[in-house]
């Protein structure tokens, strides 16, 4: 996908490709924002670079990753230059009791799955702006 730095971005980190790809469309098509999309936390280490360039204006996590966790990969990315002060809403399948302490901690917003789109729209657009 090719990114313009002239809109806003959201760095979506996703392991399923169908959840990914359908979280990157509807966020494309039904927000004035484009979505960059990330499989992994190895393929967002080689892509930082690029990820840094774009100054995402939100980052939304998926909580449970092959080899992190989502609370993990935004204390990664909070470490990076230019993307310290970047929110992140982090989308879960757990049981939310079980992380709401690590969530809490760094003042995250927790989404559990399954989620209505349009909740989840709308609170990207309400973070963002």
Known sequence: MSTSPALKTILVVEDDSGNGTFLEMAIQS???YQAMLVASESEML?????????KPA???LDYRLPRTTATKLYDQLHAIEGLE????????A?????IE??????????????FELDNLLETIKSIVN
């Open 30 to 32: 039904e927000t004035p």
């Open 46 to 54: 080689r892509r930082i670079e690029e990820i840094k360039a774009l």
């Open 58 to 60: 939100l980052f939304l």
């Open 85 to 92: 002060e970047v929110p992140a809403i982090i989308i879960t």
């Open 94 to 98: 757990e049981t939310p009791d079980l």
């Open 101 to 114: 302490p690590e969530i809490r901690q760094r003042n995250l917003l927790l989404l559990p799955k399954p």
